[in-house]
Each structure stands twice: as C-alpha cells, then as structure tokens.
C-alpha cells in the first residue's frame, strides 16, 4: 500500500474519487487488488437534484492509507483531493483485543472526522476462521459487532458491516463480500451525492458574485472546471462537456458585452497583447502549462481559448463526435478573430493567420488519428472548412511575405517573416518526431517561394477536390477562383483562365451579379495578356455594358471596342463578330400595317426599338436583319386578309421582346437556339378542308448541332452578308445609324414580291471591323404575304331566312389577284320557286383589304325567269365588292312528287327538301343557287336555307252524325303575323259536301309560339259521305309590324278518309239490386249498347271478312272496357267479341260487373271497340257470339308497334287465365293468328265519354274516401 499513498494527485484522465483506509492496513492489502476489481463490476443508478434525469453509472475508487492531512481544511473546496468515504478496517474477534488496543484507535479516528466535519464513515468487521481456530476464548462475532455498534454505531447501525472471510470461496463468503459491495456502493454514492451538490451550490453561488468588483473569471473558471473534472472522473462526459460550454459561452458573453461598452475589470488581464501565436494544442489530455497560466489570472485570450477548445475537444472524442470538434473548431477560429478585434488586442501582423492556420491543422491531424481512412473520405463535409481557412490563411500569409510575386520578396518582408516564425517559438516535443507536423508546414512554407507554392497548391487542390466529392460545386468554384488570383500574380493567365470561366458559369447561372461583373474584369485582364482579341472584345462589350461599373470603368471598355473596330486591317472582308446581347437589345418590333398580312406587292414597314448599352453614342455603318423566306403551301392559309393573328403580336401589330440583364448572358457565346414551332395544315384545294395537321421545327440544325464544337453558327468568322446570305435569305438594310445611349428606332422597308411566309431570323450592326449580331430573333417574328383567289360567299342579314317573304342576302367578293374589269357580271341561275327580286336603285360598296371604304357604284341587274345577271363594277385586285339582293323563296303546300326540272347550267334540279330543326320546330327548305363568275371556268354552287315560319296540322271532330274539320296553324318563327282569309275547300268539289265556316273574325294576330285555330262543319245532303276528302286549307300573312304589305300565301293540303260514324257507344251504370244510389267498395251493373248507324257502305260488301249468316251480314267487333285513372275495378271479363250486323240501328247490349273504388262523382270507364280480323285459315271451333275472349293476349298478336301504348290496357282485371308454357307460346307463333284493327277518328262515337256517376261512400264510418273531379 505504500505506493498508493505517495502517489501524487494530479489532474489527469485517471483521476478517481478518493476512499482512505484506516486500521488494519494489512488486512487491507489482502483485500485491495479483489475490491478494486469487482467495485466497478455493477452499475448503480444515481439520481440527481433538480429534477435532472437519473443516471446508470459504475463507481471506481482510489483507495489510499488514511491521513489527517488529507482531509479537507476549512475553505477548501477542491472536489478531486476531495476523500469522499473513510473506512476503518478490522479482524477484531477477542474482548481483550478490543478493550486494549482497537476500541481506543476507532475512537481516535472518529475524532478526527468528527473534527473535520466529516460524517462519511464505514466500519468493517472481517470474520477470520484461521483466528478462531488459534484462540479458544474469544467471543462470537455477535458479540464483538455489537459492542462496536453500542460504541460507536448507536444511531447508524448501517455504518457497521461484518465481512465473512472473503477470500474463502463458501456460498456464505460471496453473499457476505457481495453485501458489502452493494453497502459500499451505496455509501459512495451517497457521499458522492451529498458533496457535489454542495459544491454546486457553491460555485452557483459564487457564479451569481460576478456582477461584484473583484470577481474574478480565472477564479470562477477553475471552480467550475473541477465540477468538470469530477464528471469526468466518473465518466460523464456529456456533463463534463456541459461545464466547459457553459464557461464558454459565460466568457463570450463578456466579450461581447465589452465590445457593447460594457466590460468587467478581470478582462484587461486578457486584453495583453499577442506574444505567442503557436495554435492549438490538442495532443494531451490537459494543457498544464496555459491550465496554470489561467489559474495565476496570466494567460491571454488566444491562451484562455486554446486551452478551452482543447478540453472540448478530448471530451468530445471520448463521447466518439469527431465531426463536431471540426465544426466548433471553425467557429472558434472565426470568433478569436472577432474578439481579438473587440477586445482591441495589440496583434503582430501576420501572427493571428500564423495561429490560424497551426489551429486548423492541428485539429485536422487530431481527427486524422481517430479516424481511419475510409471516414475521413465518407466526412469531408465537416473537414472541408478547416482546409478551406488554412489555405486562406497561407495565402494571405504568402502575400504579406512577398511569397506571390514574381520578384520574390524584399527585406521588409523577409523581417516580417523572420518576426512571425520567431513568435511560433519552439516545437512543441508531441510534434518533434512527426515530419508533416503543422509547426514544420508552416516553417517550411515560409522559408522560399517554391516552398510556399508547393504548400499553397497541394491545400488548394485538397480543399477543391473535397468540395467536388461532396458536390459543393459553389464552394469548390470559389476557391478556384482564389487560385486564379494566385496564377494571375504568378503570371501564369493561362491557367488563371480556367479556373475564371468555371466560376464565371456558377455566378451567371445563378445570377450573382456583382461577382459575374468582378470575374469578368479578371477574365478581361487575362485575354488582354494572352491576346485573345475577340474574346477580349466580346468581354469588352458586356463590361461596357454592366451598370455595376462606374462611367470611367464602363467608358473604358467602350473605347477599346471602338478602337480596334477602327483600326485598318490588311484583309478588309475579315470582321469579329460578336453578341448584340451586349451592345443594345432589342425590345420592340411594330409591323405597319398591324396585321402583319399583305398581299404581294403592298407596303409593309417594320419598325424596330432598340436599346443601346453603351454608355456612348455610337455610329454603325449599317444595321441589317435577315429574314428567311418559305413559299406558301397550297391550302395551309385557308383564308385571306382575315386569317389567324400571329402568335406573340399584338392588336396593334406590336412584338414585345423580353427584357434581360447583359451581365448574366455567357461571356464568349449567345444561348441556346430557341425552337422555332410552325404549325402545318394540309387543307383541301376544293373546299377548304382541313385533312391534316402538324408541327415543324425549322430550325432543327442549330439545336442537334455539338455543344463542343469550336466554331460556332451562332458566333460567325466572317462578315455579316456571309452569316445572314447562307441559306439563301433576303436582308432589310438601313445605313449610316447613330445609336444613342438608351432607346432608339430604326424602321425598314420590308420585301412583298412575292407570297410566302417571311421570318426575321438574325439581327446584325456593324461598326468598322466589329458586327454585333443578334443570331436569333425570340419570340418568333413573321408576316405573311399571300397571294389570294378570287372568292364569293353569300350570307343572309338575319338568323334565319323565312320563306314566303322577301329575305335580304349579302353577296361579297373578295377580288384576290383578280382585277375585276368593265363588263364582268355575274350569272345567277335559281329555281322557280325561289326568284330573285330586285330594284333599279341596287348599289354595291368598295373596301380596301383592311376594310376602308373606297367608293359606291351602281349595279346593273338584268333577270328573267330563272336567270339573273348582275353586272361589276370596275374593282382593282386585293379589295372587296359588297351588295344586297332580295330573294323570295315560295312555301311548298303538301309535299307532292314532282318531275325532275333541269337548271340552265344541265345540272338536274329536284324539289326543295324540307326537314325539321328539332331546336326551333321549323321546317326548312334548301334552296340551290349556280353561279357563274367572270373569274373562273366553273359554276360556283351556293346553297340557301329557308324556314318555314308556320307548321299547320288537322283534326276531324264528332258529334252524332255531325262533323268538323278544325285546322291549327302554329307561329313557331320568332316573327308576330296577321293571319287574313282563312278559307277550307275540297278540291273535288263533290255537289253535296258543303264546308260552312265558323270563324268570326277575317284577321287575327298570331305571335310567336302561339296557335291559331279554325273550325268548318261539314254539311252534305246524301245519307253518306265520300270515303275519302282531299282538301286545301289557304290563308294571307304579313308581318305584324308592317301592315301595309302585301300579303304572303300560304296553304295547307291535307286528306280524310273514312269520315261517316258508323257506330255509337253507350253505356249506363246501374246501382246493385235494392240499392238507390251506387256506393263505393259495392257491386255496380255496367251496360255497354253498340248501335250501327249506317247500311253496310261499299268498302264493307267489298270485304272479305264480313260473314252472311241466315241471309243476313254480319262483322265482328271487339270490345274492351278499361280504367286507366284506377276509379273502377272490373269483376269478370273485361273485354270480348261480338257479332253485328251491318245494317241501319242494329244494336247489341253487354252487362257486365264493376265496383267503384271511390267514393265522389266519378267517369265512366273507358270503352274501346276494334275491327276483329280473323286468320284466314278456317277456325277449330266457332266461338260463341256472346262469348268474352278467355284470353285478351289475344289482342296484342300481330299488331303494329305504333298501337302498343294504346293496347297495353287491353289486360283486364278479371283475367285469370294466361299463356303459362313455353310450348304453348312457341306453338301460337307457329299458326296464322287473328288481329284488331283499330277504326278511324269519327268513325265510332262514344257517347257516355264525359259522363260521370254519383258514387256514396261505404257504410264503414271509420274510413272515408272521397274522390272529387
């Protein structure tokens, strides 16, 4: 035990908490090496103060001899010389022993804690079994604890712990050795515990102290630092990191507060100036040497930081965050930088970039040493900074030492350098042996100019290549850029070159524009000393034109363009063509006219607005745009003057170019061709179809040409004429211009010679040897010039053309190439039913191709029956004849078939073909036109549609034997007419028919959408009438506001057929027996009376299925009684056949059984009688003459689809029995089966149609229904 109690306590990662032994130190040996072993074996959890989480930890003691002088004196705070635990150690098994010698030494160390203040203490007892074997009159081990406890343990009798034989390997030895391990722990713990919140206490006391005079940080620092040491001790290094950043941000806080006007007196001690500038040190664990330069209040700022970035940075290895180290390392050497400068510490120049760069290697080589290889390469995002500030920090030093130059350096900076590598100081022995150390970098790189650039580059190019692989491509361009300056001072333009082009593409595409501006200076500079004329001259013009330079600077560039652009040449034709982007932009093109259409031969101007960059007026020789020509395909301009409107033009004919900065267009070459898209139609030559579409790019062979190509077509070596006259295009010229700074306009005089598309694809100025060219006109700028045939089209003035009245239609003739001359005239051939009205006083009007009028002349028309010629007026080419004509299209009557009638032209006319527009209910009429033109070989075949402003349909009405013919007549035009001279006639003529009319008034005004309704009774003296009527309704109509017009014709003609009644209908419904009135829910008797009122006519002799029974005819009929309104049930058979006989008042009677379902006045059923029509071949069994069908789906074969709706009713309620098989139904279709027939209107009268019965309710009073009509 003798070395561990004169080994010295030192401040080192071994630390561990202290436990002094008293006793008996032998047996304390024995136990030392098995105690020391197994006490950190079992964590145990430690539970702090102030709610912070609890903690897993495993304790580890240093056990020392027990001494007076360890114990702490009074105002002694120090935590790691701190004896947390005191032990006494004994084997006492005899009274005697006890009494004489052990008792006595217990009770003097208890004094001297008690003297001390110390209450941590722990009495061990250790059993022996060699000893109870040796004396036969000791006392039990019982005894011997409790004396100790009476003695010394009255009130802790935990403080006492009795130990079997440890070193024996029973089961009752581990148990023992086990509790007094867990005993131990926890008294250590608890020690530990007690203590450090005291001491926190303290130093949070002290803390709260620093707003008093005399407060002192170096103090502060040291006490909370020892919290930190003790963290550490016990391998907390989270909260050992803790204390560190806390004083950390403590002392920048002051700082600061410094720098605001307010600072502590304890910071002058820092505020020394600079004398040493070795950097950090970061291979041991703890800096003594600047640890006690801070205790004496000595050390400097750079000494405070150094030493505390040194403790965070070993702690954070410990806690395995490498990364982190890198990342607060560039903090702190950005921030001692900074505070340096608030602090205004007296600095050598040159020392602080010297600490610097020795910082930022020292830490590199630090994180190198923990870190294999392959993390280093997966984590150069984190130690790329460091190499970036190192390679600053050399170079800034190679300047100041005259390291850069090309002479090398002079005598003051060969002192300077001899006074910065004297404040390094000597090698620090942990770095002596390593040949890469930061102290021999920086010594070397110092000494000679070769030295420094070979140090300078190999930083670089690590830092560059670091920033590559992790895709920092910013960041790697910058220090590119650092290193073209350091070519550029070297000399070496070339190189310096490169490394600007590659940040001048970061800058530009990101649009930095003050940095684009600086690079471009640089890049100026270099192609100035390497000679690159037209890259200086194109670097020139967009320096020129950079608003971030003043006017000298701005004039400047100007004035070696304009130089060189004047200097005499010995090969004249070759110029150095450049960007226009540059030297002005173009903003505004303006087309006169604004459509941008001509037609060959008129004028069109063009009007640019362009904005000169430079920043003085500027005379160019002339200003030329090529404009590229395309024939016009035949049928892709459908129309003339009035065709599509470009795409980017305005209403006025204005083309606005979008405005961008010169600075951040590329320095040596224009963009990227932009597409030029065209639409593609393909229409039909005859009439004007479209059959198909497409897009084009017409110019595809600048965007698939290679991006690394060295002559660009963008970028042309010769002159303008040979740049724009390539492919054949035409140029607008202008000469001898003045382009002032700001906007300008230059107006050309565009071709039209020809009909095609023309495109403004590039723009050039020439100024001497200098042409600026615009390589591609964007947006896309076009005007046409077409060549157009002649073309009619006929329109009428209104929506729709009405028939049978006068309609106004527009004729225009669009002239085209075409000159119409004297005597030209126009061949109209119509029909018969439309002819073409006209006046003496027809005038026709004259426009321009943009619609002005030009002048009015007569038209002369001459007409006869189917032809009409119009003779022109004299018209030039390219212009528009416009004149109105009145056609007259007459109303058809009753659609009749008539002969093919033949036009003059030999094309065969048919009769107009009336359809319906289904949106607005007229019927219309198309009517063709041909006309021959004076411009064409061919008849032109025009189409006019007219409709019928009314739809006129009839109806035959009963009465008895009485009839009437009513006639509705329908406005469904959007025009109000008067309707006069309704008249009726037969066209037969028959002697005994006549038509009395019964209409009041002569004229009526019908409006839109309403009906006008006539009746006529039909008087005839025979007892029969013919079986068939042919007769014309006729009426006049007028417009309703134009009264005073002659009015129109119209008629209607329509046939009856079958007009006579042959039979009357009645029925009577009958209360049940003993009942006045029928009441609802009760049986009620029905009484269907058929009676023929005619002989039989010829129609019926003639027919074949009338049969002669007895001498007498007879025909069957088929009656059906059916509710459709769900007021009557029907009991039994609902429907059935009957025999009658055609004769004059042949009545036959069917009763059958209803019952009403209401109660209330209620309609009689309906009743619905039928031709019966047997099959031809002869029946099975004759059916009973009287008898109902058993089955009414007998009614339903072979009938046509138009009577379905009518009878579906046919079905009766009382029918029971149906077609249940398959079989039987496929049999039914495989025989003739019989059908109904239906008769014509006003052949049969019913006349108990509108009759109504009295129906009483049920006797049931709970339930009443009422059914009201």
């Not at 203590?195 to 707003?211: A, I, P, Q, V």
């Not at 391998?235 to 990191?241: F, G, P, S, V």
């Not at 040409?705 to 010229?733: C, F, H, V, Y």
């Amino acid at each position: 035990m003798e070395p561990h109690e004169e080994k010295p306590i030192i401040y080192t990662m071994e630390n561990k908490p202290i436990v002094t032994c008293a006793g008996d130190q032998t047996l304390f040996t024995g136990l030392y090496s098995l105690l020391a072993q197994q006490l950190p074996r079992e964590p145990m959890e430690w539970r702090r103060s102030y709610g912070r989480a609890p903690k897993m930890i495993h304790l580890e003691a240093n056990f020392v001899q027990f001494k007076e002088e360890l114990l702490p004196k009074e105002g002694n705070k120090a935590l790691l010389t701190f004896p947390f635990l005191h032990i006494y150690w004994t084997d006492c098994c005899d009274t005697e022993t006890y009494k004489a010698s052990v008792k006595e030494d217990m009770q003097r160390w208890q004094g001297v804690l008690r003297l001390h203040g110390s209450s941590d203490w722990l009495i061990v007892v250790v059993e022996s079994d060699g000893k109870k074997k040796n004396k036969t009159n000791i006392l039990p081990r019982t005894s011997i604890m409790d004396k100790i406890r009476n003695d010394f343990c009255n009130k802790q009798s935990d403080r006492c712990v009795a130990l079997s034989d440890p070193l024996r390997e029973s089961t009752r030895s581990q148990e023992s050795w086990s509790s007094f391990l867990t005993k131990l722990r926890t008294l250590l713990l608890m020690s530990f515990t007690k203590n450090l919140g005291r001491f926190e206490d303290d130093m949070r006391t002290l803390r709260e102290k620093r707003t008093e005079p005399g407060w002192s940080f170096c103090d502060y620092f040291m006490v909370q630092e020892e919290l930190a040491f003790v963290f550490e001790m016990l391998q907390q290094y989270e909260d050992a990191l803790v204390q560190y950043d806390e004083l950390d941000a403590l002392f920048t806080q002051y700082v600061l507060n410094f720098g605001a006007g307010d600072g502590a007196n304890w910071l002058g001690s820092f505020c020394q100036p600079v004398r040493s500038w070795n950097g950090l040190l970061l291979r041991r664990p703890i800096d003594m040497e600047k640890r006690e330069l801070i205790q004496r209040s000595e050390a400097s700022l750079l000494d405070l930081r150094s030493y505390l970035f040194s403790r965070q940075c070993t702690l954070l290895i410990f806690l395995q965050r490498p990364w982190e180290v890198t990342q607060r390392a560039l903090e702190l050497l950005h921030n001692c930088v900074q505070e340096l400068r608030l602090l205004e510490v007296s600095v050598v120049q040159g020392a602080l970039d010297c600490w610097v760069f020795l910082s930022c290697l020292e830490v590199l080589h630090r994180i190198e040493g923990c870190c294999d290889r392959a993390q280093l390469e997966a984590n150069f995002s984190h130690t790329v900074g460091l190499w970036t500030y190192a390679t600053e920090k050399l170079k800034s030093l190679g300047y100041m030492c005259g390291l850069v130059s090309e002479n090398g350096p002079n005598s003051e900076e060969l002192n300077r350098t001899v006074d910065l590598l004297a404040g390094l100081g000597a090698e620090r022995p942990e770095t002596a042996n390593s040949p890469q150390s930061p102290y021999k970098k920086l010594k070397e790189a110092l000494s000679s100019v070769e030295s420094f650039e070979k140090h300078y580059l190999e930083l670089s190019h690590a830092a560059l290549e670091m920033y590559r692989a992790i895709g920092r491509m910013r960041s790697a361009r910058l220090v590119g850029k650092s290193l073209a300056e350091f070519y550029m001072r070297k000399g070496d333009a070339q190189t310096a070159q490169t490394f600007l082009l590659d940040s001048l593409k970061s800058y530009t595409s990101e649009g930095w524009s003050l940095p684009v501006t600086h690079t471009r200076k640089q890049i100026a500079e270099c192609q100035k000393q390497l000679q690159q004329t037209e890259d200086y001259l194109q670097t020139s013009a967009l320096l020129a034109s950079d608003a971030n330079l003043t006017d000298e600077e701005r004039k400047h560039y100007c004035q070696e363009i304009l130089t060189f652009a004047n200097q005499a040449s010995e090969n004249k034709d070759q110029r150095v063509a450049l960007s226009m982007s540059s030297f002005a932009q173009l903003r505004e093109l303006r087309f006169q006219p604004a459509a941008a259409t001509v037609h060959v031969g008129a004028a069109l101007q063009l009007e640019l607005r362009l904005c000169s960059l430079m920043p003085v007026p500027v005379r160019l020789e002339q200003v030329a745009a090529s404009v590229h020509f395309s024939l016009e395909q035949p049928g892709t301009r459908p129309g003339p003057v009035g065709s599509q409107r470009r795409t980017g033009v305005s209403p006025d004919g204005t083309v606005t170019f979008p405005a961008t900065s010169p600075s951040y267009g590329p320095p040596q070459s224009s963009a990227a061709a932009a597409l030029e898209l065209y639409e593609m139609q393909d229409r039909s030559p005859s009439d004007n179809t479209l059959n198909s579409t497409g897009v084009m790019c017409k110019n595809v062979h600048l965007l698939l040409r290679s991006n690394d190509s060295t002559t660009s077509l963008d970028m042309p070596r010769g002159s303008a004429s040979a740049l724009t006259m390539e492919d054949g295009a035409q140029m607008l010229k202008t000469n001898d211009v003045t382009l002032l700074p700001g906007s300008n306009s230059i107006v050309f005089s565009a071709p039209s010679m020809q009909a095609g598309t023309y495109t403004l694809r590039q723009l050039c100025a020439t100024v001497g040897r200098v042409q600026f060219v615009l390589p591609h006109i964007y947006p896309i700028v076009q005007y046409d010039v077409y060549s157009q045939e002649p073309q009619l089209t006929i329109e009428p003035l209104t929506d729709n053309l009405l028939a049978g009245l006068p309609q106004r239609v527009k004729f225009t003739i669009v002239t085209g190439h075409y000159t119409v001359k004297k005597g030209d005239a126009l061949q109209l051939t119509n029909s018969t039913s439309m002819p073409i009205l006209h006046s003496s006083s027809c005038s026709a009007c004259i426009l321009s191709s943009t619609e002005e009028l030009v002048g009015e002349a007569a038209l002369s028309i001459q007409a006869s029956e189917k032809v009409t010629s119009i003779s022109l007026p004299p018209t030039p080419p390219y212009h528009i004849l416009e004149f109105q004509l009145e056609v007259l299209c007459h109303i058809p009557p009753s659609p009749t078939r008539a002969e093919s009638e033949r036009l003059t032209n030999g094309e065969v006319r048919h009769r107009p073909k009336s359809r319906t527009r289904y949106n607005s209910g007229m019927a219309s009429i198309d009517q063709k036109v041909s006309i021959d033109c004076p411009w064409s070989i061919y008849s032109i075949l025009i189409s006019l549609t007219f409709y019928t402003p009314f739809r006129a349909k009839h109806s035959l009405l009963s009465a008895g034997k009485r009839k009437y013919i009513q006639v509705c007549l329908q406005n469904v035009s959007d025009t109000n007419f008067c309707i006069a001279n309704q008249t009726l006639t037969e066209l037969q003529h028959t002697p005994s028919l006549e038509l009395l009319s019964l209409n009041a008034k002569s004229r009526q005004l019908v409006y839109s959408k309403q009906c006008l309704y006539s009746l006529w009774e039909m008087k005839w003296s025979r007892e029969t009438l013919p079986p068939c009527l042919q007769c014309v309704f006729n009426a006049s109509f007028s417009p309703a506001d134009a009264p005073d017009t002659a009015l129109k014709p119209y008629s209607y003609e329509f046939q009856l057929e079958r007009v006579s009644t042959l039979y009357t209908v009645k029925a009577d419904i009958q209360p049940a027996v003993g009942e006045e009135q029928c009441r609802a829910g009760s049986l009620c008797r029905l009484e269907v009376s058929i009676t023929r009122l005619t002989d039989a006519t010829e129609a019926e002799r003639e027919d074949e299925e009338a049969i002669e029974t007895e001498g007498l005819r007879t025909t069957k009929l088929m009656y059906e009684v059916v509710d459709n309104s769900s007021h009557w049930a029907v009991c039994g058979k609902s429907s059935g056949l009957v025999s009658m006989p055609v004769a004059a008042m042949a009545t036959h009677k069917v009763q059958m059984e209803v019952m009403p379902l209401f109660a209330g006045k209620l309609p009689f059923p309906s009743i619905k009688v039928f031709k019966y029509l047997p099959h031809t071949a002869p029946p099975m069994t004759q059916p009973d003459t009287d008898s109902c069908l058993e089955n009414d789906n007998l009614s339903l074969l072979d009938k046509g689809l138009e009577d379905q709706a009518d009878t579906a009713s046919l079905r009766s309620r009382g029918s029971v029995h149906s077609l249940g098989s398959s079989d039987h139904q496929q049999q039914q279709r495989s025989v003739p089966m019989p059908r109904l027939d239906p008769f014509s209107p006003g052949q049969v009268f019913n006349c108990s149609l509108t009759r109504q019965v009295l129906v009483l309710p049920s006797t049931d009073d709970h339930v009443l229904e009422v059914n009201v009509t």
